[in-house]
């Protein structure tokens, strides 16, 4: 988590240096959907599929003594091979994939430069996707520390390179496009030596389909049609931004910000989570399975509820304070903090995500979550296409929220199924209401400060201070109100941040 923290913020700042630099005009949003290809298919083949398929089979042949290296040395060969020939027919193809992306962008200048950046940095997706499937090896012995560093050095690297451009006056889209494959290579080394030190060695080959690969696809297969559900939900809201200028840079800016909580909390509770549910499973541990889901999802409340009451609240001052400068204007803090809001307000489901589906995955059920990502996707579209001639650009963000809680719902009901793991207990009912109550005595704290701090808020040389107060006094009144009611004792949070060896 505090690895996923300092990722988190080193992209922010890069986020924050591509506003001042680019602003939300045509060669930033150029450059941000030229980026998410690659991205968006590599969450669709490794992250989120394949891994969620894969981590689970890893971690048992562990457990058992089984030949887990083989295997792995397989499933990377698998998918090295699979990734080279569709990085090479994605690049060919990309004109069609921007499109598809973002259609809005059809005859300006948005468009071309869209498909030179895409053909620069799309093979990205061989050295990421493969970066994610190291990772899952690494995370399955509970070396989290290396696979967490990788993002860090990714948003390091960008932030050199724009540096460097400033300094000596390259092309900013050009440079951006550049360092993306050079990112990649980065981290693949970084996770290759990682692995090697941990006694794994992977030798390149040609790739085996072997009886438990021939097992991982068959349980991959609806994962990697769920993932591909949600790449679905992603697309819808690209091109219904993609109609409105300046939109998918607002989206992408406020995505940023909500996906600092996002990210250190449910992305690393998901991680820690998903390997050792596994090994439960396998050694029968029911009533070690639930204390391990129950305490997860409790801690990331914990943390995610006061997180998203703050990103509705004072959307517009960490808009203003974080964002605003150089080339980005009033306007454009406006439309951040709006879509900021909205997805604030469904940061818990997204979290929630990330704690159900390993009940799942760690079954090897991917069918469950895949039909529940089918109907999220259809309320999805519904919500960006129907409300887009009312309300804008904002239409997108407002159908990620609706369709996130829809996934937590149609989740929530399938654990009723399972076993007694994957039941709430006593502990938990008990101390969610009084984690939302604390929440809203900080949401009205910081209504209060932000009143109290609003002249200094805008005044340039006090606004990085005033904001700082603003979200200390948040965590102060969250604290306090949290300790008072019994949300959380300091004892379970020193327990839950010890690390297990």
């Not at 090479?88 to 809005?104: D, F, H, K, Y």
């Not at 499937?133 to 050095?153: D, Q, Y």
């Not at 904002?394 to 609706?402: F, G, H, K, M, R």
């Amino acid at each position: 988590g505090g690895w996923t923290l300092l990722s988190r913020g080193a992209g922010f700042a890069r986020d924050v240096m591509m506003a001042a630099y680019l602003g939300a005009g045509p060669v930033a949003e150029a450059f941000l959907i030229a980026f998410s290809l690659p991205n968006m298919f590599r969450r669709f083949f490794a992250e989120g599929a394949f891994n969620m398929a894969f981590v689970p089979m890893f971690s048992k042949k562990l457990e058992g003594g089984e030949d887990a290296q083989g295997f792995a040395r397989d499933a990377f060969n698998g998918l090295a091979a699979i990734l080279i020939v569709f990085s090479v027919i994605g690049t060919l193809a990309m004109p069609w994939l921007v499109w598809l992306m973002a259609s809005g962008f059809a005859g300006d200048a948005r468009f071309d430069l869209a498909v030179l950046f895409g053909r620069i940095s799309f093979v990205y997706i061989l050295f990421i996707s493969l970066v994610a499937l190291l990772s899952g090896v690494l995370n399955a012995f509970g070396r989290f520390t290396e696979a967490s560093f990788v993002p860090v050095l990714m948003n390091l690297m960008f932030i050199a390179a724009m540096l460097l451009a400033d300094h000596w006056g390259w092309d900013m889209g050009l440079t951006l496009a550049w360092t993306v494959p050079l990112t990649g290579i980065a981290q693949l080394a970084f996770t290759w030596v990682s692995a090697h030190r941990a006694g794994f060695r992977f030798t390149p080959g040609l790739p085996k389909l072997t009886p438990d690969l021939k097992r991982l696809a068959m349980i991959a297969a609806p994962a990697v049609l769920a993932g591909g559900v949600v790449q679905v939900n992603l697309l819808v809201g690209r091109q219904v931004a993609s109609f409105t200028e300046g939109a998918v840079a607002w989206l992408s800016y406020a995505d940023r910000l909500y996906q600092l909580p996002l990210g250190v909390v449910a992305i690393a509770v998901g991680t820690v989570l998903l390997p050792d549910l596994s090994r439960r499973l396998r050694a029968g541990d029911a009533e070690g399975g639930r204390a391990s889901f129950n305490r997860g999802t409790e801690f990331a409340l914990f943390l995610t509820i006061p997180a998203a009451v703050a990103l509705v609240v004072i959307a517009l001052p960490l808009c203003e304070v974080l964002f605003e400068r150089g080339a980005f204007g009033p306007d454009d803090t406006a439309a951040t903090a709006l879509a900021l809001a909205i997805y604030g307000a469904g940061l818990p489901a997204f979290v929630l995500h990330k704690v159900f589906q390993p009940l799942y995955y760690a079954r090897e059920d991917t069918r469950s979550p895949f039909r529940f990502a089918v109907w999220s996707m259809i309320v999805n579209a519904v919500v960006a296409v129907g409300l887009l001639p009312l309300i804008g650009f904002s239409a997108a963000a407002l159908a990620t929220t609706i369709s996130g809680w829809t996934m937590v719902l149609q989740l929530w009901r399938g654990t009723r199924k399972m076993g007694e793991e994957a039941r709430f207990d006593d502990r938990f009912r008990h101390r969610l209401p009084r984690i939302l109550i604390a929440s809203l005595i900080m949401g009205a704290a910081l209504w209060g400060a932000g009143i109290a701090l609003g002249p200094a808020l805008g005044t340039p040389g006090w606004r990085y201070a005033a904001l700082a107060a603003l979200c200390s006094a948040g965590i102060a009144a969250y604290a306090l109100s949290a300790l008072a009611l019994g949300a959380m004792r300091l004892s379970d949070l020193k327990s839950a941040l010890r690390r297990q060896r």
